[in-house]
């Protein structure tokens, strides 16, 4: 029952390659044993069956194709908050039998939202895959939504707002980036949403919520583990199959960002910071609005700027210059939308942030000039394609990979295919998409300041 | 036909006190002469005669409550783009034939839309009225709005676009710079629209518009000039009191703007630039929004701050220091939402656009530090209500403001009453808005700079 926003404290606590949001990863030639399947429920429900059979555990995730993003104007929350609702009673079981029954077997289940998707997922003995089903189906339609079920749930999530933005400075000055940054597209929006329409939220909104998204031709089922697709389907049918698919939904069109013809900054200064850090942010394509190959290359693109500590970001400010206690670079391909490609650091010892800064903006500036080298691009690729190992041993890696495609508007061919594209990536085509949308005069600035240094 | 928007270039270009959107103004005491009626249609058509003898003319203005701000997602720029579609052919009359019988008889006609409301008015002999209304009642509901009108009007406002827009940087600034100020509620928007989607806009989108909103029920008549109110009514009932009302309209509740946390800046470089300016701007109550006194305050806060050659911005940067060639500010008062407060100046001679803002910034400091004196309050108070006599000598003006205040939430008597709020006005209330609104950790700055300074 959580949020994924913050995407940029998400990189900054992440030392590694992050894999699970960057973009697909699978393997180069997927053995026999990874062979995935899909199939359609004749309700039009979508089923990926992933086979893992190193041990007797599944992954089922039911992922629905609504997030934030989708909210109606006002309404901002709503997504979230009914994922908070998906646990309360439906007509055939009370509030919080659904989780006792995960917790008696010894499984754990959890949800997210985020701006493109809302997901469910539970990881169980393959046995109890049907009774996960079975919960899942119920709760898609049959939850009960009264009003003491909205006012308590409603201050669970206020509550959650307050703790987790508004007491935190970092997060209060990512929702007011993200605003600034998008001006017309909906990922202006914080998916927890903002505090005086969270608290406006009722019963006639999350009942309208429910009936438009919460429906089997809007979900995709992903069953990952020690099972076979037979057996999915089987299962699958008996129950999501007897749920009655609901009216068709309108294609996702949201409305488009105008294009950028300045430079933006938004400045936070709180007692409870202590370094002083910054972001710059510019709008780019997803791996769903781009043109073929460009998000492919904003991959390798943020990975040789500034992916973990062989990139130049790290190599150049922590390690040769001593100047900043870190910098890197970043890019959110999975994204329905355009999305945004992010760099940042923080000064360390007397370092000043517009040394950072400038030494930051100096190695954009070197690789929209002078683009990145075959041995470069060469060492990249092979580390996405060495992170695919790392995403592959892991269960939950895969259901997720599949699924935050498959609800952003790619295929499962999509993400099989996905290791031939980043091969086939140039170094010309890394140069061109970073001339083309890293321009510093086009770029939006978060920083986040101590107090002393207010009213700058 | 056009559209209002660009506060900061309207603010610039005045020298007088800019009453007409700057709040409602009249007379302390008003003669009979000027005694306002207001009536409702039996249909929910509202209407105001402003009687005016002094020359046999009449003011015919028809105020539609739908402005750019009340536009659905994604749809931006189709309130104005209605507004040009309005002189297009109705079932009853060839396109052209109204703004012929206008100019046949020696009148004047135009429109506008903006945020919250958009206005038709014709300017004419007194014995055309009945005509006038005719006409404007026709096409209240009888548009012909096929594919063509559509494409060639839609031409139009694209190509209004690129040149009053995209061609003049201060105005893109604007937009940019207004998207950032407001980071939920609707004048984020620009009036004309987000170019990719005034492309859009259909046939569909335009017969949808019109049938919810272009209704009796929803629009404001008012009348100014050389006639009777009876007179007005009887012509009135006998041409709009035939339209149908339509379905009620759902009160105008829009997306509020969250708490503002940072300090945001927005720069844009150009070489059309020759002068460097900037315009820092604060989200504050309106008239509508506001408590009680509030409005009132901040319209001679504006006034003493920055209203005019008299003001302490004026007198400080350009008289004294000789820094500036303009500084001032100004509050937009007459919105359905909150609104802005702005201060802005711009650099004269050796001295920097640093040095002028600061010194602004240092006058806005001191207002929140000293408040004002009882003698520069009662200055500007008595500026107020001379301007009213300029107001009342101009019958477009006086059907202005009532329309204007009409169309965004307030009444006749809020009109009448105003001249009194603003005499209740103290000291300390104009120090206490200032302490609560203009704080510079929680502001947003444009910046219009020549080429050369680009990337800074």
């Keep these: 029952m959580t949020f994924q926003a913050g995407w940029l404290r998400a990189a900054l606590l992440s030392t590694t390659l992050a894999f699970t949001m960057a973009g697909p990863v699978l393997a180069d030639r997927a053995p026999d044993a990874f062979k995935v399947t899909d199939f359609l429920l004749d309700n039009g429900m979508e089923v990926v069956v992933i086979p893992d059979h190193r041990s007797p555990i599944v992954t089922h995730m039911v ?21 908070h609702l998906m646990f309360k009673a439906t007509t055939n079981h009370a509030a919080g039998e659904f989780d006792r029954a995960i917790a008696d077997i010894g499984g754990s289940n959890n949800a997210f939202t985020s701006y493109d998707y809302t997901a469910y997922h539970e990881t169980v003995a393959p046995s109890a895959l049907e009774q996960m089903m079975s919960f899942e189906a119920d709760r898609m339609r049959n939850l009960i939504l009264n009003d003491n079920v909205i006012k308590t749930e409603r201050d669970v999530i206020l509550e959650e707002r307050r703790s987790r933005i508004d007491n935190n400075p970092q997060a209060v000055l990512d929702e007011e980036v993200d605003a600034t940054l998008w001006q017309n597209q909906p990922y202006r929006i914080p998916v927890i949403g903002w505090m005086q329409e969270m608290q406006q939220l009722n019963r006639t909104d999350a009942t309208a919520f429910y009936d438009k998204y919460y429906r089997p031709n809007n979900a995709v089922l992903i069953v990952a583990g020690d099972i076979e697709p037979e057996t999915v389907r089987a299962l699958a049918e008996k129950t ?12 996702r069109i949201r409305p488009v960002e105008p294009e950028q013809n300045t430079k933006r900054t938004v400045t936070l200064s709180d007692a409870r910071v202590s370094v002083p850090s ?5 709008m780019v394509p997803s791996y769903h609005s781009g043109k073929p190959g460009e998000a492919e290359a904003l991959d390798l693109l943020a990975e040789i700027l500034g992916g973990g500590s062989r990139s130049r970001l790290y190599q150049a400010l922590v390690v040769q210059q001593g100047i900043a206690s870190n910098a890197g670079a970043f890019f959110q391909g999975t994204m329905l939308d355009d999305t945004s490609f992010t760099v940042y650091g923080a000064p360390r010892g007397d370092a000043k942030l517009a040394d950072v800064e400038a030494a930051v903006d100096a190695e954009v500036a070197r690789i929209v000039r002078d683009g990145v080298t075959p041995s470069e691009l060469e060492k990249a690729k092979d580390r996405y394609v060495r992170s695919m190992i790392f995403a592959r041993d892991k269960q939950d890696s895969m259901a997720n990979i599949y699924g935050a495609t498959l609800a952003t508007g790619g295929n499962v061919q999509d993400v099989q295919q996905w290791p031939d594209r980043i091969r086939a990536v140039t170094a010309d085509q890394v140069k061109a998409v970073a001339a083309r949308y890293l321009v510093l005069g086009r770029s939006t ?12």
């Design 278 to 282: 910054f972001s710059t942010q510019w």
């Design 240 to 251: 999501y199959g007897k749920v009655a698919r609901g009216p068709d939904l309108p294609p």
């Design 63 to 83: 992922w629905y194709k609504i997030g934030s993003a989708d909210e109606p104007p006002g309404k901002s929350g709503i997504a979230h908050f009914f994922e």
């Design 445 to 456: 600035t978060g920083y986040l300041l101590p107090q002393q240094q207010a009213g700058n």
